[in-house]
């Protein structure tokens, strides 16, 4: 594995560890959760998530570059991937109490529209999307790309399940919220 490579690896597994951390540390009672449909649609995602670390382990499954190496693609993507892990641990701080692995109503849940849910309404799944692309400049794999498109597929399926689930929740004020804000991308999608 190249240093770069071992760089992407590392960013990843850090944020991980904070993920793991800060979702032990912040734990709250649930008042409703979710269908097992969006369970499946969650594991799906940390399923192609192992496989990116199994590929980058053995870099002959699906290898070919679609990106030239090169110190400057590297370094881009070093700085978007830190980019969209800031955004979602940003997010995350935000989310607090509210936040959940699954799909879930927490007792005392409000809906979360400081920080970066002043621009997007699921800036979780925008920061992991943006990242994932830094990660897949950086190191330039077409198996990476794929994982991009299929993650960003799946957390679109994702997303649309847990707002049906706030609007349920929450009626008006949510659907206020949906109209104000983008989903995705500020001003875009």
Request: aromatic share 16%; proline share 4%.
């Amino acid at each position: 594995m190249e240093t770069g490579e071992s760089l992407f690896v590392t960013i990843w597994i850090a944020f991980y560890a904070y993920w793991l951390i800060s979702a032990w540390k912040t734990r709250s009672p649930v008042k409703r959760k979710q269908s097992r449909l969006s369970y499946f649609l969650y594991g799906i995602v940390w399923v192609t998530l192992c496989l990116v670390l199994v590929n980058w382990l053995s870099p002959d499954i699906m290898g070919d570059r679609i990106i030239p190496e090169g110190i400057g693609f590297t370094i881009a993507g070093l700085l978007i991937t830190v980019t969209g892990l800031a955004f979602a641990i940003w997010a995350r701080v935000h989310l607090g109490k509210n936040w959940s692995g699954m799909p879930a109503i927490r007792e005392q849940h409000t809906i979360t529209r400081t920080g970066p849910y002043r621009f997007v309404r699921h800036p979780l799944y925008s920061g992991l999307i943006l990242a994932l692309t830094g990660t897949a400049i950086g190191t330039g794999y077409f198996w990476i790309f794929c994982c991009v498109l299929l993650i960003f597929g799946l957390f679109v399926i994702k997303f649309r399940l847990e707002e049906k689930f706030l609007e349920d929740e929450f009626g008006e004020e949510y659907a206020r919220y949906k109209r104000d804000v983008k989903a995705l991308i500020p001003l875009l999608i």
